[in-house]
């Protein structure tokens, strides 16, 4: 069942959490998804049967929690993300970001590397809306946002446009990690489609090469789209966090 976190921001986060051994997985989902995802509901009934605790939650203004979407940016959801950990589990936990959830993943490991045994990205965006929204839009869509404070742009995922604003923008870039040392001292496991295309291969290839640390990999899946939510897929994301968490 559902249940919530006020957090000391005054947030109220939805959360599911599975009872099991550690270390327990977090999964971080993306930008304007939910905690009903296909991934998230795979991995939870993945773990439920080994036995291993789970969790999964709505960033505020996504799914079940409190607030409106456009009123969010990154340093909110790592915030709802730094107070789900702290909170709601206990000890070094793997955990799984897709998308955004690899941007706000990579915050955390920054921010607390002891309260993570492994990382498992999945499109990882870290520092989506400097080198994704910004550097795509022309001279006309930047004025429209700085002057407006908001922009909309259509959605392949449903039929509300994704609303971009301005502070989701200046705030992003209070939160870059591509730009300073990124060390992680655990293994990591990157999956990225090579048909994807919210998140260029790029990306991928050079959070590889940004990130230190002894054991980190790259898996490219070449038909493998953004969801990557096929069956082959989600059994790539499994076996890498069962590696993870063995």
């Given at each position: ?14 959360y599911?959490?599975t009872?099991?051994?550690?270390p ?5 989902g ?34 079940d929690?409190s607030g409106l ?12 993300a730094?107070?789900v ?11 799984v ?10 915050l955390?490991?920054?921010a607390?590397p ?6 498992v990205?999945?499109?990882?965006a870290?520092?989506f809306t ?5 550097a795509g ?6 004025a ?6 908001r922009?909309e ?6 039929p509300d446009?994704?609303?971009i604003?301005r ?6 870039r ?9 060390p992680?001292?655990f ?12 998140v ?6 050079d959070?590889l090469?940004?990130?230190?640390g ?8 070449k ?8 069956d ?10 069962g590696e993870?968490?063995?």
């Amino acid at each position: 069942m559902t249940e919530y976190l006020d957090t000391p921001q005054g947030r109220r986060i939805a959360y599911r959490r599975t009872e099991g051994k550690g270390p327990g997985i977090v999964f971080l989902g993306g930008f304007k998804s939910d905690m009903q995802g296909t991934k998230a509901l795979y991995l939870e009934d993945w773990a439920r049967r080994q036995g291993r605790a789970f969790l999964r939650f709505d960033y505020s203004g996504h799914g079940d929690s409190s607030g409106l979407f456009e009123e969010g940016a990154i340093g909110d959801w790592f915030a709802d993300a730094a107070s789900v950990l702290t909170t709601l589990t206990q000890g070094p936990q793997v955990l799984v970001g897709s998308s955004m959830g690899g941007w706000i993943s990579l915050l955390l490991a920054r921010a607390m590397p002891q309260r993570v045994a492994g990382l498992v990205t999945i499109a990882a965006a870290p520092d989506f809306t400097e080198q994704g929204f910004w550097a795509g839009f022309d001279a006309t869509a930047r004025a429209e946002l700085l002057d407006k404070g908001r922009l909309e742009l259509p959605s392949e995922y449903g039929p509300d446009p994704y609303v971009i604003t301005r502070r989701l923008i200046e705030d992003g870039r209070d939160h870059l990690v591509m730009g300073q040392a990124l060390p992680l001292p655990f293994p990591v496991r990157l999956l990225q489609g090579m048909a994807d295309e919210d998140v260029p291969v790029q990306w991928a290839l050079d959070l590889l090469n940004h990130a230190t640390g002894k054991d980190i990999r790259l898996t490219l899946v070449k038909d493998a789209d953004h969801r990557f939510s096929t069956d082959a897929c989600l059994a790539l994301i499994s076996d890498a966090v069962g590696e993870l968490v063995a």
